[in-house]
């Protein structure tokens, strides 16, 4: 089974890039303005790419080559789990790779660090720039500066199954769009029996529940971290969305509409039980089930973006975004490649990999037959979203991190009381440490 960039992700804190404070924009930064620059570059592109990209990084360095013969790339993938400290250790050295593309999430760490190139004026000139994913530019803007290019998209949405929805009595065409439909329908599809369950999670793996669960509480356009890096504080004793999302999950839970399994379950088996045709719903990715599925079970699964409480959609911006380290021997060598990389036509590729474009007007007829089941992360793009923060691995990523011990005091001991509050001190105390 394919695993998804949550799987994959491993403890990657912000330990390993604070050695870069103060000393990166040491590094010579790349004159982005100069005449041709990124348009008649030659030689080599060293192009790192983290190892759960690696089939989507292969196919476009073939297409790139096959366009043009100016330019050799020499493709590295590195463990997702050693990315961020890679790259640091090969900027603390002063030998940086031309061309990086990063997981969304981490950009920040060196983006507010100045180990990015200021990319501000070529990205303003693009003449997509209007339909290129919000969030994924968000994660890769700094004091209004842009530092980054998105690349490829992975964001959650939820999937259903609709041959056991119409077993149930339930609309296949009217997926639920709030927490009292959802639980509804779930409750309505585990009434079936047998090895039949209504809904089922990753219980035991951080970084999948912080993929599928916190859009519930984005839907509300509230998030649990607030402020500008340097200054950020957690509002979790202040989230209704956060509450309300953790009591539904303490509800499937105590009222055994999951499988048991799920306590255990960090993320080798996800999804599986989904793609036996034994689950009603399941948050998860679309590289996950499209990858993973049997051809003949495809047509029923549907698709859905996944809600707040009382309505409201979100998808987690998950994904890469694209970097030239300050110092890269050749940075226009690599803006060629990342602007070829996002055309159209090498956008409108990606879902063969199992990942989604970070261009709105991917979404076209030919789009909608080739690709089904990500027509709605397309056209809800705008809704993606990640927090912009320095904190994220620590906070949501680790087993000890205040997220999933939350998240388990909550559904597993069903204190969610106690759950927000421990959960606020957690949040505080990681995003402090953070931002020493």
Same mark, same amino acid.
Request: glycine share 10%; with cysteine.
């Given at each position: 089974?394919?695993?998804?960039?949550?799987?994959?992700?491993?403890?990657?804190?912000?330990?390993?890039? *604070?050695?870069?404070?103060?000393?990166?924009?040491?590094?010579?930064?790349?004159?982005?303005?100069?005449?041709?620059?990124?348009?008649?570059?030659?030689?080599?592109?060293?192009?790192?790419?983290?190892?759960?990209?690696?089939?989507?990084?292969?196919?476009?360095?073939?297409?790139?080559?096959?366009?043009?013969?100016?330019?050799?790339?020499?493709?590295?993938?590195?463990?997702?789990?050693?990315?961020?400290?890679?790259? !640091?250790?090969?900027?603390?050295?002063?030998?940086?790779?031309?061309?990086?593309?990063?997981?969304?999430?981490?950009?920040?760490?060196?983006?507010?660090?100045?180990?990015?190139?200021?990319?501000?004026?070529?990205?303003?000139?693009?003449?997509?720039?209007?339909?290129?994913?919000?969030?994924?530019?968000?994660? @890769?803007?700094?004091?209004?500066?842009?530092?980054?290019?998105?690349?490829?998209?992975?964001? *959650?949405?939820?999937?259903?199954?609709?041959?056991?929805?119409?077993?149930?009595?339930?609309?296949?065409?009217?997926?639920?769009?709030?927490?009292?439909?959802?639980?509804?329908?779930?409750? !309505?599809?585990?009434?079936?029996? &047998?090895?039949?369950?209504?809904?089922?999670?990753?219980?035991?793996?951080?970084?999948?529940?912080?993929?599928?669960?916190?859009?519930?509480?984005?839907?509300?356009?509230?998030?649990?971290?607030?402020?500008?890096? &340097?200054?950020?504080?957690?509002?979790?004793?202040?989230?209704?969305?956060?509450?309300?999302?953790?009591?539904?999950?303490?509800?499937?839970?105590?009222?055994?509409?999951?499988?048991?399994?799920?306590?255990?379950?960090?993320?080798?088996?996800?999804?599986?039980?989904?793609?036996?045709?034994?689950?009603?719903?399941?948050?998860?990715?679309?590289?996950?089930?499209?990858?993973?599925?049997?051809?003949?079970?495809?047509?029923?699964?549907?698709?859905?973006?996944?809600?707040?409480?009382?309505?409201?959609?979100?998808?987690?911006?998950?994904?890469?975004?694209?970097?030239?380290?300050?110092?890269?021997?050749? @940075?226009? &060598?690599?803006?060629?490649?990342?602007?070829?990389?996002?055309?159209?036509?090498?956008?409108?590729?990606?879902?063969?990999?199992?990942?989604?474009?970070?261009?709105?007007?991917?979404?076209?007829?030919?789009?909608?037959?080739?690709?089904?089941?990500?027509?709605?992360?397309?056209?809800?793009?705008?809704?993606?979203?990640?927090?912009?923060?320095?904190?994220?691995?620590?906070?949501?990523?680790?087993?000890?991190?205040?997220?999933?011990?939350?998240?388990?005091?909550?559904?597993?001991? &069903?204190?969610?009381?106690?759950?927000?509050?421990?959960?606020?001190?957690?949040?505080?105390?990681?995003?402090?440490?953070?931002?020493?």
């Amino acid at each position: 089974m394919r695993l998804t960039r949550r799987q994959l992700l491993l403890l990657a804190g912000t330990a390993a890039t *604070s050695g870069l404070v103060g000393g990166c924009s040491e590094l010579p930064e790349a004159d982005v303005t100069a005449p041709g620059f990124g348009k008649d570059a030659s030689g080599t592109v060293r192009f790192w790419c983290r190892a759960a990209t690696l089939p989507a990084s292969e196919l476009m360095v073939q297409r790139f080559h096959e366009a043009q013969d100016a330019i050799q790339v020499e493709l590295t993938a590195v463990p997702d789990g050693q990315y961020v400290t890679k790259l !640091a250790t090969a900027i603390r050295g002063r030998s940086v790779p031309d061309l990086v593309g990063i997981d969304d999430i981490n950009s920040q760490l060196f983006i507010s660090r100045d180990a990015f190139t200021d990319l501000t004026p070529l990205i303003e000139e693009l003449p997509f720039l209007d339909s290129i994913s919000p969030g994924h530019l968000g994660l @890769a803007t700094f004091e209004d500066r842009y530092y980054g290019l998105p690349y490829l998209g992975d964001l *959650s949405r939820l999937f259903y199954n609709k041959a056991l929805f119409e077993r149930a009595g339930l609309d296949p065409d009217a997926p639920p769009t709030n927490f009292d439909e959802l639980l509804t329908a779930t409750r !309505a599809v585990h009434e079936l029996g &047998g090895d039949v369950t209504g809904y089922s999670f990753a219980g035991n793996c951080p970084g999948c529940l912080g993929f599928t669960l916190m859009p519930n509480v984005w839907a509300t356009n509230t998030d649990i971290i607030e402020g500008e890096i &340097g200054d950020q504080y957690a509002t979790v004793d202040e989230n209704d969305a956060l509450r309300a999302m953790l009591e539904l999950y303490a509800t499937l839970w105590a009222d055994e509409l999951v499988p048991a399994a799920n306590r255990t379950e960090a993320g080798a088996t996800w999804g599986q039980d989904f793609l036996r045709g034994s689950v009603g719903l399941f948050p998860c990715s679309y590289g996950a089930i499209v990858e993973n599925a049997d051809p003949a079970v495809l047509p029923d699964i549907g698709v859905t973006t996944l809600c707040g409480p009382d309505g409201g959609t979100s998808l987690f911006c998950g994904g890469d975004n694209f970097g030239i380290p300050r110092g890269a021997p050749n @940075a226009s &060598g690599a803006w060629q490649l990342a602007t070829f990389i996002a055309d159209l036509d090498q956008q409108s590729e990606l879902p063969t990999t199992g990942y989604t474009p970070t261009r709105a007007d991917a979404l076209d007829e030919e789009y909608r037959k080739r690709f089904p089941l990500d027509v709605v992360a397309l056209e809800n793009l705008g809704r993606a979203y990640a927090p912009t923060t320095l904190a994220y691995n620590t906070s949501f990523n680790q087993v000890d991190g205040p997220w999933f011990t939350m998240f388990q005091q909550a559904v597993y001991d &069903g204190d969610v009381d106690g759950a927000i509050e421990a959960g606020q001190e957690g949040f505080s105390r990681s995003l402090e440490q953070a931002q020493l």
